[in-house]
C-alpha cells in the first residue's frame, strides 16, 4: 500500500523513473561495467572478463529483488550489488567486479547520472516556463495595473512588467542549475580514503578513464566521497527555485482574492468543486499546492548543509539523509514547475477588476507624477513635495479625489492647467519606460535558448 505522497499524488512519470529502485540499480552497475573496462584498457585485469561484466550489468541480469534479497544477509547494499553482478557472470570474470574501488566510488559516481538526468528534465522545464513567461509578457506589455508597495496601491505598472520579471529570474536559476552541474557531476574512482592506493600506479588513469567513459569529469580530488559542498549547492539551487515558483504562485493567489480579482486560476465549473460545504468557492488551489511544497524543497537546505562536516575522510551521517532529501527535492520541484506552468497557461484575467482597482483611490495614485510635473516646472522637489503631499492628505480625509482637491489649489493652478491636470491623472500614460523595459527583456531572451 502506498504511504507517501510522490507515490501516488505528487510527481511526474518522467522524474519518478530517474530515481526509481531500478534506475538506480542500473545507474550503479554502469559505474561497474565502466569501471572493468577502464582497467582492461590500462591492462589490469583481463579484457574478456570486462566484457563480461559488461555484458551482465544490466537490470536483467542483476534484478532489485536479487540485490534486496543479499541485503538482507549482508546488510551493505553496495556489497549486495558486486556479489549480485558477480554471480551472473560467466567464468572466472566474476572475481574482477569492483576491483579497487570502494562503496562510494560507485554511489557517488552513479549518482552523477542520476543528477544530469534530473537537471536536464528541470532545464527543460523551466525553459517551458520561461518561455509562457515571455509570451505572457509580450501579450500585456501594454496592460496597465496597479503596482503594490507593502500591500497598498503605489503606482500603475503592466502586467507585462510582472510577467517579464519572473521570466528573468526563471532563467537566472536555470544558469545556476548550469554552472551547479559542472560541479555536481563527477565521476569518482579514488578508493577508500581518495588515494586510490589499491590500483597502484595505474590508479588515476582509472579514475580518469571511468569518468570519460560514463560522460562525467573526473574529480580533481576527493576523500572516501565527493565534497558534500556540491550537494548543498544543487539542493540550495532547488530551494532556490522553488521560492521563486512560490513567489508567482503567492502574486497570483493575491490577485485572486475576491475584493481583487484581477488574475486567478482557471476553474470548471462543470466539473471542480471548491468546496464540500460551500456551492460557491473556486479557490486557487493549484498555486496553494505549488507555495506548500515549496516549503518542504527549502526544508532539505539544512540537512544538506549539515551533510557536508562529516567525520575526517567521511561517516555514514550523510547517507540516509540524502537517500531522502535527494530524490524527494528533485522529484517535488519538477512537479510544482509542472503545476505553475498549468496555472500560466490557463491564467484568467479580470480586465474590469483591473481598470476598477487602477483607480480606486481616485487619483492619489497620480501623486508623485503631479510632484514631478510641478519640479519640471520650476518648484524645488521638496516644495512640489509638500504641496502634493497636503493635497493628497485631505483628498483622502474627506474621501474625495485627487483631482478635485489639486485644481483648487493656487500654488499648483499657477503651474498647471486644466488640461494639464487631466493628462497628470490618466494612469495609463504613467507606466514609464516599462514597455521599452519588458521588450529588452524579450530582446536578451533571444540569447537565453
Known amino acids: 500500500m502506498a504511504i507517501h505522497p510522490i507515490e501516488f499524488r505528487y510527481g511526474t512519470e518522467e522524474m519518478r523513473n530517474v530515481w526509481e529502485s531500478e534506475n538506480k540499480l542500473q545507474k550503479m552497475l554502469e559505474v561497474e561495467a565502466a569501471l572493468a573496462q577502464a582497467e582492461a584498457n590500462l591492462n589490469l585485469i583481463p579484457k574478456e572478463a570486462a566484457d563480461e561484466i559488461s555484458s551482465k550489468a544490466s537490470t536483467e541480469y542483476v534484478t532489485v529483488e536479487r540485490v534486496a534479497e543479499i541485503e538482507r544477509q549482508t546488510n551493505h547494499d553496495i556489497a549486495s550489488i558486486v556479489k549480485a553482478l558477480a554471480e551472473v557472470c560467466k567464468g572466472d570474470a566474476g572475481e574482477y567486479v569492483h576491483f579497487g574501488a570502494t562503496s562510494n566510488d560507485i554511489i557517488d559516481t552513479s549518482q552523477s547520472l542520476l543528477f544530469k538526468d534530473s537537471i536536464e528534465i528541470l532545464k527543460g522545464r523551466l525553459t517551458e516556463l520561461t518561455e509562457t513567461l515571455l509570451k505572457l509578457a509580450d501579450d500585456n506589455k501594454n496592460t496597465v495595473c496597479i503596482g503594490r508597495t507593502h500591500g497598498q496601491h503605489a503606482l500603475p505598472t503592466t502586467y507585462g512588467m510582472k510577467f517579464a520579471l519572473w521570466a528573468d529570474e526563471v532563467h537566472r536559476q536555470i544558469e545556476r542549475l548550469n554552472e551547479c552541474k559542472e560541479r555536481l557531476c563527477v565521476g569518482m574512482v579514488t578508493g577508500a580514503v581518495g588515494t586510490i592506493a589499491a590500483l597502484g600506479d595505474e590508479g588515476l588513469a582509472v579514475h580518469k578513464k571511468v569518468s570519460t567513459i560514463l560522460g562525467l569529469n573526473p574529480v580533481l580530488i576527493s576523500n572516501q566521497v565527493v565534497q558534500r559542498d556540491n550537494h548543498a549547492e544543487f539542493i540550495m539551487d532547488l530551494a532556490n527555485t522553488a521560492s521563486t515558483l512560490d513567489k508567482i504562485a503567492v502574486e497570483i493567489r493575491n490577485l485572486q482574492r475576491t475584493e481583487i480579482k484581477e488574475i486567478g486560476e482557471s476553474f470548471d465549473p462543470e466539473k ?46 550523510n547517507s540516509s539523509c540524502e537517500r531522502i532529501i535527494l530524490p524527494e527535492a528533485c522529484i517535488l520541484l519538477d512537479y510544482i514547475i509542472v503545476l505553475t506552468l498549468k496555472v500560466l497557461k490557463n491564467l484568467v484575467f479580470y480586465p474590469e477588476n483591473i481598470e476598477k482597482d487602477l483607480n480606486i483611490t481616485n487619483g492619489l495614485i497620480m501623486a508623485e507624477r503631479f510632484m514631478a510635473e510641478l519640479t519640471r516646472k520650476g518648484i524645488g ?69
Open 381 to 449: 522637489r521638496q516644495t512640489a513635495y509638500a504641496i502634493v503631499r497636503e493635497c493628497s492628505l485631505k483628498a483622502n480625509a474627506e474621501n474625495k479625489g485627487l483631482r478635485d482637491v489639486v485644481l483648487l489649489k493656487d500654488e499648483i493652478r499657477k503651474y498647471l492647467s486644466e488640461d494639464d491636470i487631466k493628462e497628470i491623472m490618466d494612469p495609463h500614460t504613467y507606466i514609464g519606460s516599462s514597455v521599452e523595459i519588458v521588450n529588452n527583456v524579450l530582446e536578451e531572451s533571444k540569447g537565453w535558448f
Open 272 to 317: 471542480q468543486v471548491g468546496s464540500s460545504t460551500m456551492p460557491h468557492k473556486m479557490n486557487p488551489i493549484t498555486a496553494e499546492r505549488i507555495s506548500g511544497i515549496s516549503r518542504v524543497i527549502r526544508a532539505y537546505v539544512v540537512p544538506a548543509l549539515e551533510n557536508n562536516p562529516l567525520w575526517h575522510e567521511r561517516d555514514l551521517t
